[in-house]
């Protein structure tokens, strides 16, 4: 009798227990989904004068602006080939025209910055020290049964010393570059050393504004900057290129950074040897460089004409997580790729406690694009993303400036 009873019990939990708790479909486990679209910003295309002027001419920004015609970039955004726990939906996306820089701002560039300690007390309120990078992302190296645990060399040379100043400045908050931003928007405005930009700016009744990109500028500028390689095969040293040359949504934009490394008998360590995207990077790892590589300008042809958007240090964006981030207890994503409200709800089934499902901690954290030299190669998925509080910083993690001009005369 108990045994008929312990059968029946099953049966009513397997046949008619899950069907009342509507299990959600397994595509909705997902902790998040980000969207990358936000308003476009009001700005405008400068003359081919202007973009012939040094400081901000094409041999260091490279130019995002629309077809011909149009007043804004619009594209449509590719498909994510993997997830953590965050997945970017393909969508329609638009942002306003502006210039990249071609390489990620280096320790040099934000040596200077920090130099000028007379404009950043008066204008943003700190002292130089509080805006230097942090050293100490640079982590010690483990203790192994020979020897005891070591200080990593780089949190007093990467930085400090003029031997790296051409590589990407790292352990620096989204506030800190932001005030970097704020700087070199003034310096563009008012310094001498850019006179001629700034007769030509009046003449032509515009302002510049640098900043971080948010993430649909970021991905724009993937989408318009990356080419194709033309070489195919395979030769000793290099990467077989031949399959990603006739569809560059098939994961050329690696090459970017495949093709940018200062020695290639150096590779930089990855978390593994294949992309999601099935790229091939070098097995042959060397554990002795566990640092970035020195940015470059890249040759415009026949390789991108963008160098590291892709690998080498991940990159800041002015895109927060409140508005574009969202969690899967309210949120599903459906099979036309809406973001819609989740009928199937069970609160109960998950801990949302360690994720960010306060608003004001989502207005705290700031989206990173590009990835790393020592992530997982997940990240070098261009529609791959993570999120880090503002005011954090890590030794993987850098930023690239865009200019935007805007009607109107400069504002002091």
């Known amino acids: 009798m108990r045994k008929g009873i ?22 909705y486990l997902m902790r998040y989904y980000f969207t990358a679209a936000e308003g476009a910003k009001q700005s405008v295309i400068p003359s081919k004068d202007l973009l012939k002027i040094k ?77 230097f990078p942090d050293t100490n992302v640079w982590p010690s190296f483990a203790a192994t049964p020979e020897r005891a645990a070591v200080v990593n060399p780089y949190r007093w040379v990467y930085f400090q010393t003029s031997t790296y100043d051409q590589y990407p400045v790292v352990g620096v908050s989204q506030l800190q570059a932001s005030a970097y931003c704020s700087w070199l928007t003034d310096q563009l405005k008012n310094n001498p050393k850019y006179s001629k930009l700034q007769a030509a700016l009046a003449k032509a009744g515009l302002r510049v504004e640098a900043s971080l990109p948010s993430v649909s500028e970021w991905m724009y500028l993937y989408e318009s900057s990356i080419e194709i390689p033309s070489e195919k095969g395979t030769k000793e040293g290099k990467i077989n290129v031949s399959y990603y040359t006739t569809n560059k949504r098939k994961g050329g934009g690696l090459i970017t950074f495949i093709n940018h490394q200062a020695d290639r008998h150096q590779p930089v360590i990855y978390q593994g040897i294949v992309t999601n995207r099935g790229f091939g990077i070098q ?42 981030l969202f969690n899967n207890r309210t949120t599903i994503l459906n099979t036309n790729g809406q973001l819609i409200e989740n009928a199937y709800q069970q609160v109960n089934v998950f801990d949302f406690k360690d994720y960010l499902v306060d608003a004001e901690q989502l207005k705290q954290h700031y989206a990173i694009k590009g990835g790393s030299w020592a992530q997982d190669v997940h990240y070098l998925d261009p529609m791959a993303l993570m999120f880090m509080q503002s005011n954090h910083s890590n030794n993987q993690v ?15």
């Open 6 to 27: 312990l059968l029946l019990t099953i049966t009513l939990w397997v046949f008619g227990g899950l069907s009342a708790q509507k299990t959600p479909h397994p595509e």
């Open 55 to 131: 400081g901000i001419d094409q041999k260091q920004y490279f130019p995002c602006f629309p077809m011909e015609g149009l007043k804004f970039n619009q594209f449509l955004s590719q498909v994510q080939t993997g997830y953590d726990t965050i997945y970017a939906i393909e969508e329609m996306v638009s942002c306003g025209p502006f210039l990249a820089h071609r390489t990620e701002t280096t320790n040099g560039e934000y040596k200077a910055f920090l130099a000028d300690s007379v404009w950043i007390k008066e204008h943003l309120g700190y002292v130089p020290r509080q805006l």
């Open 283 to 324: 097995p042959a790892i060397s554990k002795a460089i566990l640092r970035p590589t020195p940015v470059e300008y890249p040759a415009i042809k026949p390789y991108p004409s963008v160098s590291h958007l892709l690998g080498n240090v991940a990159e800041w964006t002015s895109t927060p997580a409140y508005g574009h």
């Open 398 to 412: 850098g930023f690239r400036t865009i200019l935007h001009f805007y009607p109107g005369p400069r504002d002091n």
